[in-house]
């Protein structure tokens, strides 16, 4: 499981949109209580696909990459193989939620 905390915004749409292979994006805030609840269910679904890059985004007011995704509740998980977005879940409270945006996105490559 990965406990590492949201990162600050440093990527643009242009180069989310540039991704080669599948990714997934999960805004958030270090301090949501949603985010941290869903932390054990993502990172036991993660762990099976580690040739999904995940890139954990700390959003907020004025965060132009939220913004661009429509972000409005967090956690928010942006499922995206190059550069398209495949699957979104919005505070996932189940791992077989998880697992089916999962199965979709390595699906489609």
Same mark, same amino acid.
């Given at each position: 499981?990965?406990t590492a905390? *949201?990162?600050v +915004? /440093? #990527?643009?749409?242009?180069? =989310?949109?540039?991704l &080669?292979?599948?990714s997934?994006?999960e805004f958030?805030?270090?301090w949501?209580?949603?985010c941290n &609840?869903a !932390?054990?269910l993502?990172?036991? %679904?993660?762990? +099976? *696909?580690? !040739? =999904?890059r995940?890139l954990?985004?700390e @959003?907020g007011?004025?965060?132009r #990459?939220?913004?661009?995704?429509? %972000?409005? $509740?967090?956690? /928010? $998980?942006?499922f995206?193989? @190059?550069?398209?977005?495949v699957?979104?879940l %919005?505070?996932?409270?189940?791992?077989?939620?998880? +697992?089916e945006a999962? +199965?979709v $996105? %390595?699906q !489609?490559g």
């Amino acid at each position: 499981m990965s406990t590492a905390p *949201y990162a600050v +915004e /440093t #990527l643009t749409r242009a180069q =989310v949109d540039a991704l &080669a292979g599948a990714s997934v994006i999960e805004f958030g805030t270090n301090w949501c209580g949603h985010c941290n &609840a869903a !932390q054990p269910l993502i990172g036991e %679904v993660i762990a +099976e *696909y580690p !040739q =999904v890059r995940r890139l954990k985004i700390e @959003d907020g007011s004025g965060r132009r #990459l939220g913004r661009s995704f429509g %972000v409005k $509740l967090w956690p /928010t $998980l942006v499922f995206i193989r @190059d550069g398209q977005e495949v699957a979104r879940l %919005v505070r996932p409270s189940k791992v077989s939620y998880i +697992e089916e945006a999962f +199965e979709v $996105l %390595v699906q !489609q490559g």
